[in-house]
């Protein structure tokens, strides 16, 4: 796989996955409106919406169905959904059409080069990461996604008083995200380790699968510090 420009292996694999008809007929509908070509020029990311809000950015949404919600229950809020497949573009594409959202954009591309290239410092309110790709294996965990020198990166995204939201349901990758976000400068963990369910994150397909087999969640509440 080609490297990131922060020197890393790309934590995702492109793989052939079939479109539904309504995914496709989103997509090729829908994308001229919602979806922001990627590009290596910094843009300002509120004016991407018809409302000046706070900006949340969803690296990684899946098919988006938990990204609807939330943007349907928070319409103050401007959310940014990042993803490399194309299914789950085309899928929360037609969650924005059937639910009528106005606050969402998707940006399909490599989340590590669209926050290199795209975002200026100190430009995102909130980052969510909601049950990544765990890469079980050992010779796997160079493609987990939470990880220096890329948690670097997100704090330098993060406006002062940030706060970044992962979950996951892999207790290797919970303990392992947790060192790393913690060793990370800009970042304070206002709990005591492991952080509360948010009532507000509804439960994503993966983790309903995951508590199914009795998996635990693991979920890490980080705040960027105001100094």
């Not at 399909?108 to 669209?114: C, F, G, L, Q, R």
Request: proline residues 7%.
């Amino acid at each position: 796989m080609p490297e990131t420009p922060l020197g890393t292996i790309r934590s995702f694999v492109l793989r052939a996955s079939r479109m539904s008809d309504a995914q496709r007929r989103s997509y090729e509908t829908l994308a001229p409106q919602y979806c922001i070509p990627y590009q290596k020029q910094t843009i300002d990311p509120s004016t991407l919406f018809e409302k000046k809000q706070p900006v949340v950015v969803e690296i990684g949404f899946g098919m988006g169905s938990a990204t609807a919600l939330i943007a349907e229950q928070n319409p103050s809020i401007n959310y940014i959904g990042i993803e490399v497949h194309r299914p789950g573009v085309g899928k929360l594409l037609w969650e924005i059409e059937k639910r009528g959202l106005k606050n969402i954009r998707i940006i399909e591309h490599d989340a590590v080069e669209v926050l290199n290239d795209m975002f200026p410092l100190e430009s995102v309110d909130a980052f969510h990461v909601f049950f990544p790709d765990p890469w079980p294996k050992k010779r796997h965990h160079k493609r987990r996604l939470i990880k220096r020198p890329f948690t670097d990166l997100l704090v330098s995204r993060m406006k002062q008083g940030a706060y970044f939201y992962m979950a996951t349901d892999w207790a290797d990758y919970g303990t392992w995200a947790m060192e790393e976000l913690s060793a990370t400068p800009g970042l304070e963990n206002p709990y005591d380790g492991f952080a509360p369910r948010q009532t507000w994150r509804p439960e994503t397909k993966f983790e309903k699968k995951g508590l199914e087999k009795e998996h635990r969640v693991y979920e890490i509440y980080m705040i960027r510090s105001k100094t």
